[in-house]
């Protein structure tokens, strides 16, 4: 399995961003693809994710009504739109797919910075 995230940069609070994750094939053995992120000194949080054949989606407390999820299956590809940034937002994204049968695999990431 191999994701690749692009999408990130530098905005302004209040600005869209919008994160893609490429992954290497939608198998039956992937069950969801979701987004944690990792602020300067802080853990991994986990941000959103959406299973791959039912489309269901879950999002941290932080982002809901911010952010939203989807996915693309011709493009192999999940999207996170995110909208309303805020400073406290900025941290290197990083996209991850969890496969049926039990293994988790990590993105390189990708850093998003919201300037106040």
């Known amino acids: 399995v191999q994701l690749v995230e692009s999408g990130g940069g530098l905005v302004q609070s209040g600005a869209s961003l919008r994160l893609s994750c490429v992954a290497s094939?939608?198998?039956?053995?992937?069950?969801?693809i979701g987004w944690f992120r990792q602020a300067p000194g802080k853990g991994r949080e986990g941000v959103s994710c959406?299973?791959?054949?039912?489309?269901?989606?879950r999002y941290a407390d932080s982002v809901k009504g911010r952010f939203t999820i989807s996915r693309e299956h011709a493009k192999n590809t999940v999207y996170l739109q995110m909208n309303s940034l805020k400073p406290e937002d900025t941290a290197v994204y990083y996209c991850?797919?969890?496969?049926?049968?039990?293994?988790?695999?990590w993105g390189q990431g990708t850093q998003v910075t919201v300037s106040s």
């Open positions: 991850t797919c969890d496969t049926t049968y039990g293994s988790q695999y």
């Open positions: 094939g939608f198998t039956s053995d992937y069950y969801a």
């Open positions: 959406i299973t791959v054949q039912e489309g269901v989606t």
